[in-house]
């Protein structure tokens, strides 16, 4: 058995399969320049590799990369080494605001996948069937769309990721992406603006709603209130880019730069500091404006929350949910 696998034994014709997939993954640099003439014989080295990175210790910090190459490498320069590959074999460099957007793991920070990953946790205590989830704003889908998709492929139901994708480079790198996190069946991309969209999904229908789509002001007031009606009980409505509670924030100050994306803006910090922070404007104001300082709020994270009122299910056991639901049926005693 090869030392670097842990579970499953590793013959030469693998070991070399690695090599290759390692030098246009580790080895870029020095590599870079024989990407497009190797890229048959590298993809057909990830596919062979593809089902082995659960068992091989050494394919672990590259399974991404594996995935990508076997399923689909359109956007694997673009990803995992921020360069372009062009017609012509050339390699250049994105620009900034494209690279933040095709980073592997997408936008969000580590507190943030972890508070994402808490509510749809919630979500499932109180679950009503196949799930239906909602993502306002999906980009490249390497950050949220990625956590939402894996959710309702293991817990069974749908997510419909909704973004106008003015770009198409995002639009197709989207695609690609579901491709190659397997999650093509359980995801449903609607690509319209989004208060178009809400008009596809009944009031209460929706388990969850994640908004990360415009920043600007009068548009996040927009979201929130084409969405918030199409949330069930209990379900809940959140969103990202929320930096503190708003009422630490001087709304007059942050009026004035209401349309913009991002800006430094002054601020009251939890210690009582006069601060200067970058933050959202537009997402502060209109959280601020449907639901006051009423937002949970997570550790390290600018995620937000908003549940939607309705009875407390962790509080009720099985029989009074019953009863709550259908409160003229009687329950059987005994054996039949």
Known sequence: MDSSSAHAPVDAKIIADIETVERFTLHWDANAGAYAENLGELRAAARRLLPLTGAVERLRDIADQIACLARNPLYFTETFHGQRLGPDGRLTPLEHADRVHFWPVGLLSTGDRRAIETVYDRILQDRRGPLRIVEVGSATGRGSARIAGEFVRTNCGFLYCIDAWDDPTWHLAFLANMQIF???????????????????????????????????????????????????????????????????????????????????????????????????????????????????RFPESTVWAKQVPGYASSHFTRLERIRRLAPGLRPLVGGG
Request: net charge negative; proline share 4%.
């Open 182 to 296: 397997d999650l093509e069946s359980v995801v449903v991309a609607v690509r319209s603006p989004s208060r178009e969209a809400a008009r596809l999904f009944d009031d209460k229908s929706l388990d969850a709603v994640f908004l990360d789509g415009s920043h600007i002001y009068p548009n996040v007031v927009a979201d929130i209130d084409a969405y918030l009606p199409k949330v069930r009980e209990n379900g809940f409505l959140f969103g990202h880019d929320l930096h503190d509670v708003p009422s630490r924030f001087n709304r007059a100050e942050l009026l004035t730069v209401a349309g913009v994306n991002n800006t430094d803006v002054d601020y009251v910090n939890a210690q009582g500091e006069v601060v200067r922070e970058n933050v959202h404007p537009g997402v502060i104001l209109a959280v601020h404006d449907r639901f006051g300082d009423d937002v949970e």
